[in-house]
């Protein structure tokens, strides 16, 4: 049994962690931490889980999480991250980080968007988690990045172009709308009910985050730069990102070219699924899938991608890449 | 016209009774104020208002309101609002309270379900604003008490049977069902989208303070002294109260003659309309109606109401009084 | 491994049923079936099965049916399951009906909500299928008729206080609020996006058939002739049911001793879960669990419980029925 | 007063046209029809018009409304309307028609995305009522095509760019997403609520009729030819379009001159408000506002607006355009 400690357990991808890993063959949970004011039974901070997890969620103690646990998810906030990942890393634990901290491999490109970034060594060796496109990788790491919620959908949607050099690598425009979970546990005035219910809004124009994390996972998978214009937009659901990808071909293609593009490309992975008709968000929530869909439209491709952001856009994913880094069936605990 | 100031004219209540008197012939904004924190340009504090109201929210000013206005809508919080009231009421004006502080007669209810009550004087002169009932004290007063949301739609659901003595006076259970707004403008845990969004729960178990309000005006209709379990919860929607309320009758009678009795009692009323199948909220939601419906059922009487909360549960009545205040058609401004 | 049916498959209960049993350990799905417009493959159904589930939808074939399965779960709708029934288990296969044809024991009553009944051989011999309170008849019958949702919430919520003898029993009142998908999944007016979403409403008012079944059983544990009020409310959600019910205790107790009558009730139960505090649909929704918790108020207990109307209300506890007739650990597959 | 007719009465469009010329002080309804089947008292239709409104929805008599009314509002579907048109306008009445069948000044256009146009004398004599930008031949008009919500919301974003040939004409990309009611109020497989809750989904991709109708429009604007490329998006909320629009600039432009290009063009508008930071739909729902923000990122314009489809999108200014028609105060019932 592959043992698993969560740092950062309280909040959303915590919680969907938890409840992945309670229906794990292979994995058992052995640690959970919080903030000292979030701790407590997970039975109290989750009512969800009431009779289906007895343990608690604890301050961490760096001294002993070494012992108990062979892999962390590190659920901590950005620019939090990286102060507690080298003592992990240096008890001889493998993690799994889901903040940006090590996701930018040009540390100027994280200081332009977050802060001074201060673990640069790990940096260098951090693999991007992103199984569809860096399986091998992944298998070998001791430091995996698990990706954004945006950056899945996004590339995950138009991978299948950029490794076949059919996209213009300047006409990408990521078009993104997700749940409000996205926006976390804490409230806030835009996520209060009265506000976000019956509302969709844009948000973080031309300043997101994501923006060059999508760059340079799309710039990976073409071998070439790629410029990406990226606008998330928040809508009144709990749950999933459906992007809708705009570019232009390098060359002229059909709709029955593209879906034996995408099915050949897709062909042997087991979550992600292309659909011969646009996805919804709620065929992919609850789920680790990703559902993709592209058309050739007036001299442009569209192309959809659906995913739950909780579970492929962060936990699901996060435990795909456990069970890659533990030789364990990829699909173990998340069908 | 009717020149109108509104205090606490930040929040919710405050906006759907600008919303109002925007619309409203015979009466005129000319002072708003809030907390220094929420002032500013309407346009500002409620996008919905660009273009539609170039008023200022301003830190109130005791000396000047007296000049400016004629009537003031009080939506400050319960116990804040008694602190100002006998100033308000003082320098001349007609106050609307949609506070708690001037509902209960008995201090001593008060007392057991606020704080102490520090305006004694002018609790004993105010006058319950529920139109449908308290009509012609409500023209004289100088103080209105604008009734809680939850006792607006428990009481309107079953005032003909109160009246008519028609039920047992200690088996009334209101059951009801509002709203996310009910809960006000600021965030907080449990109205954080994620949490409130596909969710119900009931609170207030056996607490709520509207219950002895509902048990106040219930007992004056019926003229005796009637007990009520109330019991909120809150659901995944913005706007809207459902009030089920069971109760027994204290002699038989059927769903003909409980049809005649309600349209006999409401014939009159411009706002409360009587159905003859269950309402739901979305019939009223935006609107100062109250739609009714009441059913004998396996020997009990369930009657049904549906109010907008923040209309006629709110800012609407308030309305709705002023009008009758000030001697104007009563539906002026909300038809 | 236990080889089950399902016959019906295409509706919202098939579809849970399918994804429990994907993830259950010693049973397999070896034979779906439904009208024949609704055939097809469960990818195409069911989008979110893609990639998760590689089976047909097929029409029934009687003749083969006995050969594939061991076990039916029968999600044919009232009325249309008791004419397949009684071939089904003249074919040696064990039965778990999701209709009503089998839950009212006396076919007058049944006869009175729904029609004439034409299989009362079986009826005689049905058992209804709530664990919690009949896993011994479950055990070992041939035909399990499984529980109507309201019915599942509305007596987990106060049988503690039945078996006491603490309920008068003409006092019982059933407040309960579902979600939408309670109304299945042909498209109507009343649950039309627009018109359900910002919605609250009540129907079936004094005429809803789960309220026979709610008396049968309420009766039944509390060894008398128990009378029930029950209401049913539709709410802008997908799943979960709330239920609130009120009842006159037989003797007074408190709220300490409520809680310790429900943790001992409960005790051994792996599916229900006594709070301290009030339980929202939320905390169970894609779960087999009901939160339950009561509370004295105002010389009445107010007993509220919440259930996923789709999962313990319905696939869910088919499952743990079948576990419980298999012999299989109760929970397998639903944790 | 304006003596008004609705024509399709009965849906959504209908209602909300009733309710703005309910509050209109110079126009009042004087008949209404529908198909017979959807005929009946405007409160029994639709209930929130419960004593607000005492008015019949009949079925159409021809004869009759040439003596009743001066104007007609055709809220007649597609293909279905200029079946009607020549006959109301042959009764000396102004027709504001709501549906596609006008709007397309090509023929050819219109049967290549609807069927063959059995009224192109009226045709080439109707005027597009997009107030903001053609209200003088709005004014002497006698037919006015009312515009599509989608190419409402799309125009109004850009409008000021394409007016300045500041666009690319080959650049723009309209990702648009709407609420719910934008299907109409007839029940569908897509709209039934548990499958549109927490939803939302891309349709029409590639083939949607409102993309010609963008492209004429926005041709029109610019004085010369442009190239759209359209794709809506249903979300789960009742009402309202988010487009975000993305385009090349033909000369660099920055935030602030983007910003007093738009204050400057939309300066004498009454219903567009130009914003500083991004609209939600929740700030105009139930409103003829439009908001509208852009922005410069990363070498394109990114363009927003924020409309009520049934509002602004239809209804609203379907009577915004009947005021200009008969020199009303163009506001008259919209504010």
Known sequence: MVRVAIIGASGYTGAE??????????????????????????????????????????????????GVADVVLCCLPHKVSMGFVPKLLG?????????????????????????????????????????????????????????GCFP??????????????????????????TGSSGAGKNPSVKFHFPNMNENVFPYGIGVHRHMPEIEQVASDVAGCNVKVLFQPHAGPFDRGILSTVYCRPSREIGNEKLLKLYDDF???????????????????????????????????????????NINKGASGQAIQNMNILFGLDETEGLK
């Open 17 to 66: 962690a938890i409840k992945i890993i309670l229906g794990h063959s292979e994995a058992e949970l052995t640690y959970l931490t919080a903030l000292p004011e979030e701790c407590g039974p997970v039975e109290t901070v989750f009512p969800q889980f009431k009779g289906r997890c007895g343990m608690e969620i604890e301050p961490l103690d760096m001294e002993e999480i070494g």
């Open 152 to 177: 899945t959908g996004a590339v995950l949607a138009i991978a299948p172009l950029l490794k076949e050099g059919l996209i213009e690598p300047d006409s990408i425009i990521v078009n993104a709308l």
């Open 266 to 308: 897709y062909r042997r992975e087991q979550f992600v699924r292309v659909r011969t008709d646009a996805p919804g968000v709620k065929d992919v929530v609850g789920t680790n899938y990703c559902h993709v869909f592209a058309a050739a439209v007036k001299g442009r491709i569209v192309a959809f991608s659906a995913i739950d």
């Open 91 to 147: 008890a001889g634990l493998k993690v799994i980080d889901f903040s940006a901290d090590y996701r930018l491999r040009d540390p100027q490109v994280y200081e332009t968007f977050y802060q001074e970034h201060t673990d640069k060594a790990n940096l260098a060796n951090a693999v991007y988690g992103l199984p569809e496109l860096f399986r091998d990788e992944i298998a070998g790491a001791d430091l995996i990045a698990n990706p």
